[in-house]
């Protein structure tokens, strides 16, 4: 019946990260032993001041429509983290709070993006940025990179993507999949770039910034020249254990959050109230006070990417952030392993699947086909099982 639907949801793709977690909870339905590497989830519960906050703020009867773009109190206090973490100076009218950062995504390629408008992606890039792109007119320029390069485009191929078409560049530090921060020193490489097209915008994805296993970081909209060129995304979701809160925001410059306002509150109007009382806390809290997390997520990584770098074929970078690998497997395509023919990163994490139990993404959804991606947001003892398998399977 793909005739009777509109031409728009046909050339949708589907989030091959949901996709690849319905099939692995699909299996296990069925009574198979699956371990489940495909969604940045964290293992993690949220910490129970923010929700106290929640309670309270159900005690509290915080239960009417909120404003569309988020309580005043929720926008200073994302004003405060924005100066106090990433050196950004964002007025309260700069904020706009949405029902996660993928709706704040969604509604800044809405209002910025007209038909055949080019948007430039560092590949990888997380697994919606394509679509969304395309959803709202614009064409995705992807720029490649590699292992090898840490996953991180150079000055050199940002200027080479620009075109007279070019309105956006769009990415992720830390990144969503590879788990590589852009420095102070390459962001601003980057931004010399910039500053010869006044006219590109860009869309700077934080969610991940407090799983950060560097000394420091930096937003690209703190560099000079690029505070009114710069959309910031962050939310709660990651970094506090809050995926299902579903609580994004933005810091932009003032007219786009207009817009973007205007678009919500023609879609979903304001966000969950009791969610972002829970976020008011979260928000103004130290980041000290998830460092648990973020110890836990250091350890794991260092486990993981030792066992990862025993097995043979598997290329492996070390992640400076976020809670994701994302191994270069193509030395495997081309091979028949156990009567499965493998062509790319899609048969082999189909292979995975079936031989050794373990769910990850293909890196095609992330614009990288050589990779996989797998997280490690789970307990210790699930990835060292997962990692055997995976090392027995391929043996």
């Known amino acids: 019946m793909n005739h009777v639907l509109s031409d728009r949801i046909n050339n949708l793709a589907v989030s091959q990260t949901l996709a690849m977690a319905a099939l692995a909870r699909e299996l296990k339905a069925q009574g198979k032993d699956i371990i489940s590497l495909s969604l940045g989830e964290p293992d993690f519960n949220t910490p129970d001041f923010i929700k106290e906050a929640a309670k309270k703020a159900i005690d509290d009867n915080w239960s009417a429509y909120p404003p569309?773009?988020?309580?005043?109190d929720l926008k200073e206090a994302i004003c405060h983290k924005f100066k106090r973490d990433n050196n950004l100076t964002y007025a309260p009218s700069q904020i706009v709070?949405?029902?996660?950062?993928?709706?704040?995504?969604?509604?800044?390629?809405?209002?910025?993006?007209?038909?055949?408008?080019?948007?430039?992606?560092?590949?990888?890039?997380?697994?919606?940025?394509?679509?969304?792109?395309?959803?709202?007119?614009?064409?995705?320029?992807?720029?490649?990179?590699?292992?090898?390069?840490?996953?991180?485009?150079?000055?050199?191929?940002?200027?080479?993507?620009?075109?007279?078409?070019?309105?956006?560049?769009?990415?992720?530090?830390?990144?969503?999949?590879?788990?590589?921060?852009?420095?102070?020193?390459?962001?601003?490489?980057?931004?010399?770039?910039?500053?010869?097209?006044?006219?590109?915008?860009?869309?700077?994805?934080?969610i991940y910034e407090h799983i950060n296993y560097t000394d420091s970081y930096c937003s690209i909209g703190s560099i000079s020249g690029m505070e009114n060129r710069t959309i910031t995304v962050n939310g709660v979701a990651k970094a506090f254990a809050m995926t299902g809160w579903?609580?994004?925001?933005?810091?932009?410059?003032?007219?786009?959050?207009?817009?973007?306002t205007k678009i919500q509150g023609q879609v979903t109007s304001g966000a969950n109230s009791i969610a972002q009382r829970a976020t008011l806390a979260a928000v103004s809290a130290e980041p000290s006070a998830i460092q648990y997390?973020?110890?836990?997520?250091?350890?794991?990584?260092?486990?993981v990417y030792n066992l990862l770098s025993e097995i043979p074929g598997f290329k492996v970078n070390q992640p400076e952030g976020a809670f994701y690998f994302f191994p270069d497997v193509s030395e495997y395509f081309g091979k028949t392993i156990k009567g499965k023919e493998i062509n790319n990163a899609n048969d082999f994490a189909m292979f995975l699947l079936a031989e050794a139990n373990v769910a990850t993404v293909t890196g095609d959804a992330f614009g990288n086909p050589n990779c996989i991606r797998l997280s490690y947001a789970t307990s210790e003892e699930l990835l060292r099982e997962a990692i055997k398998r995976i090392k027995e399977a391929l043996a």
């Open 97 to 206: 709070v949405s029902t996660g950062a993928k709706q704040s995504l969604y509604n800044v390629a809405q209002v910025m993006l007209n038909d055949g408008d080019e948007v430039i992606l560092p590949a990888p890039y997380w697994v919606s940025y394509f679509e969304i792109v395309k959803l709202s007119g614009g064409i995705p320029v992807e720029v490649p990179t590699s292992v090898e390069s840490n996953f991180k485009m150079t000055a050199e191929q940002l200027e080479a993507a620009i075109t007279p078409k070019t309105k956006m560049m769009w990415f992720s530090s830390p990144c969503n999949p590879s788990g590589s921060i852009y420095s102070k020193i390459e962001l601003e490489a980057l931004v010399e770039v910039l500053k010869k097209h006044p006219q590109i915008y860009v869309v700077s994805d934080e």
């Open 246 to 260: 579903r609580i994004g925001y933005i810091g932009a410059p003032e007219f786009i959050a207009k817009a973007c």
């Open 293 to 303: 997390m973020v110890d836990a997520f250091r350890n794991r990584k260092e486990i």
């Open 68 to 72: 569309v773009d988020g309580y005043v």
